[in-house]
């Protein structure tokens, strides 16, 4: 143990002998002595008062029995007070227990509340549910109504189209026999044609120029609704080369057969064939002329020369008469709503068939403004569209399709879908030829619309011509490039025409092929015409300088005489070589 | 340790036998008897004076008598220090019995705080409790107690029960041991040439350094003269419960022995008896 509290210990213990136990005893019993004395005194005033003779000894028996009692009473109060202690403890958990239950009971209340809110919401959701439940049922009976609707319109639809495939399918037996007949009855004809040919011997005088050529060119006898000038300049273009003379027997072959024809009366018409022995070389612009509003796409001469037609974007189709070496305009056909992409004029001269950018292809009578009819079923804009032959028509389009239409139906009779964007076609004797973006020139067999042949290009193709004997096949291309194939040869033989500044300026920029096969004219980005020599092959001429935008077409009469070129800045000009 | 029980419960029960005698200005029936007590040096005075009061209204007129005070040599005594401290401070050297005048008139309300109940006493123990719960635990121990529990301290002062008041002060005791000790040290110093109350400082049981603070280290702190310098006649007492502990010894020791039951603890600084 440390000193400190050893110390402190022995203090405190000297401190309680000296403080306490020293007057414990003597304080106790000071106290009693003092208890003692009171007590006696307290007797003493009674026992003064009842003066009776109580012994000493029952004052000291009631003494101690005071004392006792005091003690008891001393004892009991020390009960009570720990008995009210604990009274008030438990009065205290008693009021923990109130509060408690007070709180409970506001508990309570609360959550009856809460159940009350709880009830209301149940039942205004039920009556929402009854409600919708309603409007279910509404709507159900209503679905069950238009259920029915459907199931009956259906089944009409069903009706209709049966009716219509059989009425189709009437069609079509209807066409087949007649086209069977038509072949037929060609055949037959042609056999005969042939027969007689070979039958007639035909002397043929190489020497002899002029007046050998004028007798046997039935051309020259049927033009006898063309100009005397436009007669004479024929007669005196007539060169000695065999391959014309071999051609003017040929349109004689044409003109006979189709003569003889009987398949309808239709095809019995007459209509003039020109038949061109030379074409003349353009070396002047005779006539300079804004033709449209806005730019021509377009423009082709009438086969009987001395017609032409322009379409631009203006929408709307020019026909221009053209004696000597003007052009006069005549009349203007309306009705497409939009651009005007490539026109054509029938066999006979007397319709003319457009291609538009609204989607449709167009027929007028030339001697009627309003349309004829109007060939619609293209998804996009319509490239091309070619008569082939009287009463069909094909057409090429962006949408990738090509469309047959018969004209007497005004209705779409085939539709061959292609690979790729059709930006022109041609149609030949028995197919049809289309020129492509995806830089092919397809081959068509016109009866059996099938795809005979695929001819590479260098570029996309922007337009087809053929020649006059359909052996040639002239396309151009924008790698800037004319090709010219033979179709006949079935070789992959062909003749490119290329110059320096000679440039393809659009997807449809078209080039021709002159009506005797000999030269090929196509204009430029540059605003010159350009026309090479197909025998040769190499650059005739380039007539520059009048144009002042991109040549979009040019044209090349059947006479051979004149040239006409069109570009995108309205403008046309007529060329020729007085 | 046996012996440290042995010092709570010699301090417990430590008495002072005290003569109370009634003022000669008191008007009385008849002549008052002294009346002698045994007073707990850790109690109150007006806690345990219910029998003085008994034994001198006995000689008096019911109208003659106002609130009991207690008076010794002249000095008021405040019933709100305890016992123990009251004697060291004013009558340490002084023969026994302690002799206390009993005054029943002329309250001096400048000196003395009104006592009408023991709920007054009580009031003012429980907050000394706190307020020394306060520098020891930061008050952490005495709001974890239940309020059963404080009344279980008070009834144990109230009632002398030194088991009953040990078991639950023994919680107010404790400390972490990694701490070595409270927080603070919750004393106070009372001295009897000053105007000032008592000391009452912030101060660690244990130095920054890491030793334990000594009863000397506490008195160099807040009161330097009470230490003796070297050759010197003692001076002053310093005084803890009627004994005189050692310089050397650990305060942290004597907070948790020496204390009283409000959890204080309480020195007195006296001068030096000349005889």
């Known amino acids: ?578 | 340790m046996a012996d440290d029980k042995d010092v709570l419960r010699d301090v417990w029960y430590g008495r002072i036998p005290t003569c109370f005698t009634l003022n000669q200005d008191e008007v009385t029936e008849r002549e008052a008897e002294p009346y002698y007590l045994l007073l707990p040096r850790v109690s109150y005075l007006t806690l345990v004076t219910d029998k003085v009061k008994k034994h001198f209204l006995k000689v008096m007129k019911a109208e003659d008598v106002e609130e009991m005070w207690f008076e010794y040599e002249g000095t008021p005594l405040k019933w709100h220090y305890p016992i123990g401290v009251l004697f060291d401070l004013h009558a340490s050297n002084t023969i026994l019995p302690w002799s206390i005048t009993v005054h029943f008139k002329n309250f001096p309300d400048r000196d003395l705080l009104h006592c009408p109940s023991n709920s007054v006493i009580e009031a003012h123990f429980m907050s000394s409790i706190k307020e020394a719960d306060a520098l020891k635990h930061k008050s952490q121990v005495v709001n974890d107690m239940q309020k059963k529990d404080h009344k279980q301290l008070w009834m144990g002062l109230q009632n002398d029960k030194f088991d009953q008041f040990w078991a639950m002060n023994r919680k107010l005791m404790e400390y972490p041991t990694e701490e070595g000790g409270f927080r603070y040290i919750p004393f106070r110093i009372y001295q009897t040439m000053s105007d000032r109350p008592f000391i009452q400082k912030l101060f660690r049981p244990v130095s920054p350094e890491g030793s334990a603070h000594t009863l000397g280290d506490l008195l160099k702190e807040m009161y330097p003269a009470a230490i003796p310098n070297e050759g010197e006649q003692k001076r002053y007492q310093v005084v803890i419960h009627g004994i005189e502990p050692l310089l050397e010894t650990p305060l942290q020791w004597l907070s948790e022995h020496l204390s009283h039951p409000d959890n204080f603890l309480h020195i007195c600084v006296i001068p030096t008896p000349t005889d």
């Open chain 1, 1 to 578: 143990m440390e000193t400190w509290k050893r110390d402190i210990v022995r203090q405190l213990k000297h401190r309680d002998r000296n403080q306490h136990a020293m007057f414990q005893d003597l304080i106790r019993l000071y106290s009693r002595l003092l208890e003692k004395t009171s007590l006696t005194k307290g007797l003493l005033s009674s026992s003064s008062r009842h003066p009776s003779s109580d012994s000493s000894r029952s004052i000291s028996s009631l003494v101690h029995q005071n004392n006792q009692l005091k003690k008891t009473t001393g004892e009991l109060a020390y009960q009570v007070v720990e008995l009210q202690q604990q009274i008030k403890i438990k009065e205290c958990v008693l009021e923990q227990q109130h509060s408690r239950l007070a709180e409970q009971q506001q508990r309570v209340a609360g959550a009856f509340g809460a159940r009350q809110v709880l009830q209301d919401r149940v039942e205004q959701v039920q009556e929402e549910n009854g409600v919708l439940k309603m409007k279910y049922d509404l709507l159900l009976e209503q679905q069950k109504g238009a259920e029915q609707n459907l199931r009956e319109e259906n089944v009409r639809g069903g009706h209709l189209l049966e009716d219509m495939i059989h009425l189709k399918q009437q069609a079509a037996a209807r066409m087949n026999s007649r086209n069977e007949r038509k072949s037929r009855a060609r055949e037959a004809n042609l056999q005969k044609q042939l027969q007689n040919a070979t039958g007639s011997k035909v002397t043929v005088d190489s020497s002899s120029s002029a007046p050998t050529s004028r007798s046997t060119s039935p051309k020259a006898a049927n033009h006898s609704n063309s100009s005397d000038r436009g007669h004479t300049r024929l007669f005196r273009s007539a060169s000695v080369t065999s391959p014309r003379i071999l051609t003017s027997i040929k349109g004689l072959f044409d003109r006979k057969r189709r003569g003889h024809s009987v398949c309808s009366v239709d095809e019995d018409r007459m209509f003039p064939v020109g038949i061109c022995l030379s074409a003349r070389l353009p070396v002047r612009a005779l006539q300079v002329l804004d033709a449209h509003e806005q730019g021509i796409n377009t423009v082709k001469f009438s086969s009987s020369s001395d017609l032409m037609a322009t379409g631009g974007t203006d929408r709307l189709i020019k026909l221009w008469d053209v004696r000597a070496g003007l052009l006069t305009h005549r009349s203007t056909l309306d009705g497409s709503t939009e651009g005007v992409t490539c026109v054509d004029f029938d066999p006979t001269g007397l319709r003319i068939l457009a291609a538009s950018y609204d989607k449709s292809a167009l027929l007028w009578r030339l001697d009627d403004s309003v349309p004829k009819l109007t060939l619609t079923g293209h998804s996009r804009k319509v490239t091309a569209a070619r008569f082939s032959g009287l009463h069909q028509v094909v057409t090429g389009s962006a949408d990738r399709t090509i469309r047959l239409w018969d004209l007497q139906r005004a209705a779409c009779f085939q539709v061959v879908e292609v690979a790729s964007y059709c930006s022109d076609l041609i149609c030949s004797e028995n197919s049809i030829i289309s020129g492509h973006f995806d830089s092919k020139i397809r081959v068509w067999d016109a009866r059996a619309v099938s795809c005979v042949q695929e001819l590479p290009a260098q570029g996309k193709v922007t337009s087809l011509d053929i020649s006059a004997d359909h052996r040639q096949l002239l396309s151009c291309c924008r790698d800037d490039c004319l090709q010219l194939v033979d179709l006949r040869r079935r070789s992959q033989e062909r003749m490119c025409f290329r110059a320096d500044g000679f440039k393809c300026g659009s997807d449809s920029t078209k080039a021709v092929i002159s009506p005797d096969g000999c030269f090929v004219a196509a204009g430029s980005a540059d605003g010159a015409v350009y026309i090479w020599n197909v025998s040769k092959g190499d650059l005739e001429t380039r007539l520059p300088d009048k144009h002042s935008s991109s040549i979009s077409a040019v044209s090349w009469s059947l006479s051979g005489e004149y040239v006409v070129s069109v570009d995108k800045s309205r403008r046309a000009i007529l060329w020729s070589d007085i």
